[in-house]
């Protein structure tokens, strides 16, 4: 028996082109110390591993005639070598270059023909350090059915697990007559497939009606020669290129920001976003014309018995945010995130971030990938969104080899030229910003400006270390909120 795609698994296979690849990425960065970590051993281990998600070796079969959403089907031709693979940077390879090679490789498309996820294993940085990049389409991760491969490669011991191969074995490919007659046993005994089928063929008949429009205005605005949405900078159209920014900082600067001023350490990350916009948009001499707020999405665990539950013991929903990039001040833009988000922890559906971590085999690519499918059900009514995963304080290993950092690179939907990822882990926080190539080709600046105004806001909290405010007591930070 088949599993078929749900309707918004098709949605997102119809959303999908060359300039709007739907899949997430995470790029890790390993010291292989004397385990003897190398692409042999990361094949083995995948290789050992790929059992616990089966999915991966299955790929999307379309049903002739499309009178039934396409189904999961295993891969006849399953080949390990094409989806792990070798890559290299010149010696001493820097993180800059690290980027340029992930914008590359995050730029293309999945083979539909194949199972929907690839591995790179890069050799030749700094010190004697490797990385990983692994890529996995929306569609493969949900969450629910399946999680991410990073989450069953790494270890919380340096003593690596041998598993062993599994002995898995191709089933049959159906034939055409066989996904026929399927197609139509489910209509009859399934009736909910007949509902799935038409929303999906119905869902797609618009998308491609205002795929149409798109382009059309595109046409349109070019020989207007001006761009969309042209009193935002984060809006536009999207080319068929990226830019990968990437930033580490510390995670006691936030906690250090959070006993000051209260709040939660996602309310220090949003509020360092902020002003990290606000100053890449001075740089730009935008002179916060018009521009007041950037709405962003930003997807968060709750418990809500309407939402489908995943394997990370909650539901992800989208709450929206107004980022006040016009704000001046470090400590009125953190206060009036924490606000937004202050209705949210009252409502008791919040999900806090040491539960989150708590969950054995949480690895934050499973959430920052049911993020993305969060932004992208919603896809409209924000300018960017921010996925903020708590990670695990604790240091992470792939067969023996140390996990140093961990990097998310988020995909652009269409309209949306920059995406957020932001990972905490071992003590640091991780950005991860991904950027249309042409749409910003200063996004870089981003870098600087997100240290920068993670600056501000410790030498705020500095300032008033020690001091509370007359007529208040100090009381205990609430817990971090995801």
Request: charged share 25%; with cysteine.
């Amino acid at each position: 028996m088949t599993e078929r795609l749900r309707p918004r698994d098709v949605a997102i296979l119809a959303e999908e082109s060359a300039s709007t690849p739907m899949h997430n990425a995470t790029v890790e960065i390993f010291d292989p110390g004397e385990s003897g970590f190398d692409y042999a051993r990361l094949v083995r281990l995948v290789q050992e591993r790929i059992s616990f998600v089966p999915r991966y070796r299955q790929r999307v079969q379309v049903v002739p005639g499309r009178v039934a959403n396409p189904v999961w089907v295993d891969d006849d031709h399953f080949d390990i070598g094409y989806h792990v693979r070798r890559s290299a940077l010149p010696r001493p390879g820097s993180l800059d270059q690290l980027r340029d090679l992930v914008a590359r490789i995050v730029s293309r498309p999945l083979d539909r023909s194949r199972p929907l996820w690839e591995v790179y294993f890069v050799e030749g940085l700094a010190d004697g350090q490797v990385a990983i990049l692994s890529k996995s389409h929306q569609v493969l991760v949900d969450g629910i059915h399946t999680v991410d491969l990073g989450q069953v490669l790494l270890d919380k011991s340096p003593e690596p697990k041998e598993l062993g191969a599994d002995g898995w074995r191709a089933r049959g490919r159906p034939s055409p007559l066989g996904l026929m007659a399927e197609a139509v046993r489910d209509s009859v005994t399934a009736p909910e497939t007949v509902l799935d089928t038409l929303r999906s063929t119905t869902g797609a008949a618009l998308r491609g009606v205002a795929g149409t429009a798109r382009s059309a205005s595109r046409v349109i605005d070019a020989l207007a020669n001006r761009t969309p949405s042209a009193d935002s900078p984060i809006i536009g159209p999207l080319s068929q290129q990226r830019r990968v920014v990437a930033v580490r900082t510390d995670l006691a600067d936030y906690r250090l920001v959070r006993e000051a001023h209260g709040g939660t350490v996602n309310d220090v990350v949003l509020a360092t976003v902020t002003g990290a916009l606000r100053a890449w948009l001075m740089t730009r001499g935008e002179s916060m014309r018009g521009i007041r707020r950037v709405r962003a999405v930003v997807p968060i665990s709750v418990i809500d018995a309407e939402l489908e539950a995943t394997s990370l013991g909650s539901q992800i929903a989208a709450h929206f945010v107004d980022l006040p990039v016009w704000e001046a001040s470090p400590v009125v833009r953190l206060h009036q995130v924490s606000y937004s988000f202050q209705a949210h922890k009252e409502t008791g559906r919040a999900v806090a971030a040491s539960r989150l971590v708590g969950i054995s085999g949480f690895a934050p690519a499973t959430f920052h990938a049911i993020g993305s499918r969060v932004a992208a059900v919603e896809r409209r009514g924000y300018q960017l969104s921010v996925t903020n995963v708590p990670g695990p304080q604790a240091p992470l290993y792939a067969a023996g080899a140390r996990m140093l950092a961990t990097y998310p690179v988020p995909p652009l939907l269409e309209g949306h030229p920059l995406a957020i990822g932001v990972t905490s882990y071992d003590g640091h926080v991780y950005y991860g910003l991904t950027a249309d190539r042409d749409m910003l080709p200063d996004a870089d600046l981003l870098g600087p400006c997100l240290q920068e105004a993670l600056d501000e806001l410790v030498d705020s909290a500095r300032g008033t270390r020690g001091r509370v405010p007359r007529g208040r007591k100090r009381r205990k930070p609430p817990e971090e909120s995801s």
